[in-house]
């Protein structure tokens, strides 16, 4: 069976950060390139990346993210696919809906906001490796990142117009069946950190730095 595709969306305005986050410099590597990285131990890596505000910046700073918009791109062994919403303003889920589009509906999917770090090793296996339709990673009883999505759940969403109220990934896993939904215990707090301000950038590169 084919691992999870890992969803990376990176379309805000990063209004807050002053900058676009996936750009910003971690320990001496962009952060985006950073979170790819951070599924490189999964077998056969799939990484989506969904642009949109600051997509230029990206394809100017990253140039084989404008290869990785045709054809799939290896980076250091993790299969990368650059997606560009053009619609971002309609916000985050319609750059979703955009990556998604161009996925197999047949894969089981990850889904990460840029400025969420993915969990350590332990915690992410313990996601994918748990078997329900919709898995969301809970820490001190705090729900975070990533969300893993079967097709069952996620294919419907394609056809939810992107300008309606209902188009959020948060309200469309409320309204489907709670039996399917699990809240997964994990040990890494890095699941619920929502990294949007130079503030928490900062502190955050102090907290990791080896």
Do not use: C
Request: glycine content about 6%; aromatic content about 10%; cysteine-free.
């Amino acid at each position: 069976m084919d691992s999870p595709i890992l969803i990376l969306l990176a379309g805000g305005k990063s209004s807050r950060m002053g900058s676009p986050k996936g750009l910003l410099d971690f320990h001496g590597t962009l952060w985006i390139l950073a979170q790819i990285a951070s599924y490189k131990h999964i077998e056969n890596p799939k990484v989506y990346i969904g642009l949109g505000y600051d997509y230029e910046q990206y394809l100017e700073t990253i140039p084989w993210f404008k290869d990785a918009i045709e054809n799939s791109y290896n980076y250091n062994g993790v299969e990368v696919k650059v997606v560009i919403n053009d619609q971002p303003q309609l916000g985050s889920f319609s750059t979703l809906q955009a990556v998604m589009r161009n996925i197999n509906v047949g894969y089981i999917i990850i889904v990460q906001p840029i400025d969420v770090p993915l969990p350590n090793e332990q915690s992410l296996t313990a996601i994918i490796n748990e078997n329900n339709t919709i898995v969301i990673p809970k820490y001190n009883g705090k729900n975070g990142h990533p969300v893993k999505l079967k097709p069952e759940f996620w294919k419907p969403l394609l056809t939810l117009d992107s300008f309606s109220s209902e188009a959020r990934l948060d309200k469309q896993i409320k309204l489907f069946n709670t039996s399917s939904v699990t809240y997964l215990k994990v040990n890494d707090k890095s699941v619920y950190q929502n990294i949007n301000t130079k503030e928490k950038w900062n502190y955050y590169l102090m907290s990791t730095k080896e």
